[in-house]
């Protein structure tokens, strides 16, 4: 292991080495039934040191060293002080309700660089006036025995790419080790000796260890931590005054100031249609409203999480003389984005229609029947909820009778318990103990973009294609532990564009081979519509359309006025089958929750009457997709899918296995 000296240029990313010196342990807030009382946060049954805790600590000795680096003088710049605000975003003994700034350090999960075993420690609680054991006061804890742990930190800005800037670099590096330096210890039980560690923050990897003695740990952290402060000094010394005050510090929330688009306005005749595959590298949390202390998860990745990546992707790529085509490349029209929706095998998955139905009682096996909407089929049951997939070459066939027309389900969400520490008390906080449900590590997802033809030059949008990236998305994702996927940017095949040309979006797969050539999108054995002017539109994700005067909107009639404002007129048949879900999420600027959407749910199916001119105008809007918020990905819709004119399908039931496109990781929480 080297150190680091002012003469070696430091980069955006670093590693936090933890050297524990004493049995420790992470606590999750629960146990085991009739086992321990107190079990430990694990990985793939490995003890490790969770993002959110390395932040917390270094967060609060960060603020201690800053401002013991500052003058002690009230009036006195608070350089340091501001910087290591604008690093973690937030102080820790801030006042409730204060407005948080953007976090620029990012911290993944401590793990073993060796094997360290986990055994269960045994308390009790004396009576101070009988000198004896407590009734019903015996404890069983788990503990992981000393070791070392390493992990990596991040600097990052306001968009999520590393920091370019060499003096914030240098600074954030010094600010880091020293905090490091200044933690004692991590876990709880730490009043009773446990979480003794040494935590060294610097550019150097450490490499994996054998099983050492806790002698050797002492002499070993001891070592290293006397080579990083002789780093420091050094370091410090090269940190000039202008540098220092130059340091970034937090900027006001500002108000977003609406104003004349800069560029060329986009048209849809043209572009290019690409697909984004996702795979999650680890458990993501896609925005959803909490309930209680459940910070829940929706079961596929809306556009909007995806949009701001995407574009700085496109940013990063732009030239000088188109640069006002990159920048509004949103709001101009440039790119739009669909929501990122399961896949299984090859087969993309739609929100199933509510049209559908199924059997009251369904069979135990992996078979399910799914019904359309026609007379026979009464007194089946709604399907509510779960996507449905279709496999050009049937089921997976690995269990007796399953080589089915494609699958049908609901991607598990993943649940693990967390709980806030108050960095006072050492103790959970009040009203902390949290229930995070994210979508599972190695799961597929895919989405389909378009980029207008003024933004593929401006951006050379095609040297970007082919190459696989590493994202962060989703709800907490700069806690370590959720929110990286690996993405890769590609056009889409030629299956993908006949779908497109004749259901108006990408990903949908005909059900025979006979389907795509038919006239009206029927395949054989299917019913054919009365009437060649009536249509059935699918909507594959939440559409916004916004009433006629102040109310909710989402009705049929806003529906309809959403289409005659792109130009089409089309007139609602029969009776609708639509859901609505309230729609919300968090405003940055104000530090709270924006006004409520009602939108129409992905699933709904309305049937239309619309010309031949009109039914091909929808045929082109579906890839883009109708109502508020299209760019992010609301508003998608497939027309005259021959799922909705199908008697009856057979599929397989999704399970775990045909989600996650790897081997699931074993023991603890990941199971």
């Known amino acids: 292991m080297t150190t680091d000296s002012p ?14 010196t004493s049995d420790w342990g992470v606590s999750t807030g629960v146990g085991h039934a009739g086992r321990t009382h107190s079990t430990i946060e ?32 009230e009036k006195s710049p608070k350089k340091w002080t501001n910087f290591a605000l604008w690093l973690f975003g937030q102080d820790p003994d801030s006042e409730p309700g204060s407005t948080p700034h953007p976090r620029h350090v990012l911290f993944t999960d401590a793990t073993p660089a060796s094997k360290i075993p986990i055994h269960d420690t045994v308390s009790l609680s004396i009576d101070p006036k ?51 330096l200044m933690v004692r210890g991590i876990g709880s039980g730490r009043s009773g000796g446990d979480g003794e560690c040494t935590v060294l923050v610097s550019g150097d990897k450490l490499e994996a260890r054998n099983a050492q003695s806790t002698s050797e740990l002492v002499a070993f952290a001891s070592s290293r931590a006397q080579a990083l402060r002789t780093s420091l000094k050094k370091l410090a010394q090269s940190l000039k005054p202008d540098a220092v005050s130059a340091l970034p510090a937090p900027q006001r929330s500002t108000q977003h100031q609406v104003g004349t688009i800069d560029g060329p306005a986009a048209q849809h005749s043209g572009g290019h ?143 693990r318990q967390t709980t806030a520490i108050n960095h006072e008390t050492g103790a959970a906080s009040k009203g902390q103990l949290v229930l995070v449900e994210a979508l599972p590590e190695g799961m597929c997802m895919r989405a389909h973009i378009w980029v207008s033809d003024e933004l593929w030059k401006a951006a050379s949008v095609s040297d970007l294609l082919g190459k696989t990236r590493e994202a962060r998305l989703g709800s907490r994702k700069l806690t370590g532990t959720f929110g990286s996927a690996t993405c890769t940017l590609r056009e889409e095949t030629a299956a993908e564009r006949e779908a497109r040309i004749h259901f108006g979006n990408a990903g949908s797969a005909q059900l025979t081979s006979a389907a795509s050539s038919s006239a009206d999108g029927t395949a054989p054995g299917v019913k054919t519509p009365a009437s060649s002017s009536d249509v059935y539109l699918w909507f594959t994700s939440d559409v916004i ?76 809007l579906a890839p883009f997709g109708v109502g508020e918020l299209t760019a992010q990905g609301y508003g998608r819709f497939v027309v005259a899918h021959p799922l909705l004119n199908i008697r009856s399908i057979e599929v397989t039931k999704a399970k775990l296995k045909h989600f996650v496109c790897k081997e699931a990781p074993e023991g603890g929480e990941d199971q």
Do not use: C
């Open 130 to 180: 009988t000198g004896t054991a407590r009734d019903q006061f015996l404890r069983f804890t788990e503990r992981a025995a000393a070791g070392i742990l390493t992990g990596t930190f991040t600097l990052i800005d306001e968009a999520g790419a590393e920091t370019p800037e060499q003096e914030t670099i240098e600074a954030a590096h010094f600010l880091l080790g020293v905090a490091g």
């Open 273 to 415: 249609h690409l697909v984004l595959d996702l795979t999650l590298n680890s458990p993501i949390v896609s925005y959803e409203v909490p309930f209680s202390n459940e910070i829940r998860s929706l079961d596929f990745l809306r556009g909007t999480v995806l949009l701001p990546w995407l574009h700085r992707l496109v940013s990063s790529n732009k030239r000088g003389d188109k640069e006002a085509v990159v920048t509004n490349a949103v709001t101009g029209g440039h790119l739009f984005v669909s929501d990122a929706l399961p896949v299984i095998s090859v087969a993309e998955g739609f929100p199933v229609p509510l049209t559908l139905k199924t059997d009251k009682t369904l069979p135990s096996d992996s078979l399910i029947t799914l019904y359309g909407n026609f007379p026979e089929n009464k007194g089946k049951l709604p399907v509510r909820g779960g996507y449905v997939f279709f496999g050009p070459k049937g089921g997976d066939g690995k269990e007796p009778g399953t080589k089915t027309q494609g699958w049908y389900g609901k991607p598990p969400l993943r649940g």
């Open 42 to 73: 694990r990985s793939n049954n490995k003890p490790v040191v969770r993002g959110t805790v390395i932040t917390g600590v270094l967060r609060e000795q960060a603020m201690l060293a800053a401002k013991a680096l500052d003058w002690p003088e």
């Open 545 to 620: 359309a916004r009433s006629a005067g102040l109310g909710a909107g989402g009705t049929v009639d806003d529906l309809i006025r959403a289409f005659e404002r792109e130009g089409i007129a089309v007139e609602a048949v029969g009776t609708p089958s639509i859901r609505h879900r309230r729609v919300d999420s968090w405003s940055p600027a104000d530090n709270g929750p924006r006004a409520s959407r009602l939108a129409i749910q992905a699933g709904s199916v309305i049937k239309v009457s619309a010309s031949k001119a009109d039914r091909d105008k929808l045929l082109k």
């Open 7 to 20: 003469t070696t240029s430091l980069t955006a990313s670093g590693h936090v080495t933890i050297v524990f």
